[in-house]
Nanobody
Framework: VQLQASGGGLVQAGGSLRLSCAAS????????MGWFRQAPGKEREFVAA????????HYSDSARGRFTISRDNTENTVYLQMNSLKPEDTAVYYC??????????????????WGQGTQVTVSS
């Protein structure tokens, strides 16, 4: 599975961005998907996850209420709508695909496939 993240950019605090992750490859629509982020000097951290069907959503405490993860399996694309952005949201955002059922969606190690990342910068 190949993942291509896009949609990052520079935005003022309080603004919005919509990230996209286009997946290609065999059975990519059957994978659970997640978004992670990594700020300079920090470890990669979980942001949001969605099951292959879209029926189960999971968010980090910092993302809940501001970010929305969704997917369109007909387009093999996962989205992360980010509203009310804060300077502390500045990071490289990565999408990832998990092909093993039952693994904790919060963990980096649960995901087998990763996109290249897209930079999000929120100015104060």
């Amino acid at each position: 599975v190949q993942l291509q993240a896009s949609g990052g950019g520079l935005v003022q605090a309080g603004g919005s961005l919509r990230l996209s992750c286009a997946a290609s490859g065999r059975t990519s629509s059957t994978y659970d998907m997640g978004w992670f982020r990594q700020a300079p000097g920090k470890e990669r951290e979980f942001v949001a996850a969605i099951s292959w069907s879209g029926g189960n959503l999971h968010y980090s405490d910092s993302a809940r209420g501001r970010f929305t993860i969704s997917r369109d399996n007909t387009e093999n694309t996962v989205y992360l709508q980010m509203n009310s952005l804060k300077p502390e949201d500045t990071a490289v955002y990565y999408c990832a695909a998990k092909d093993t059922w039952g693994l904790n969606p919060d963990f980096v190690a649960s995901y087998r496939y990763w996109g290249q990342g897209t930079q999000v910068t929120v100015s104060s």
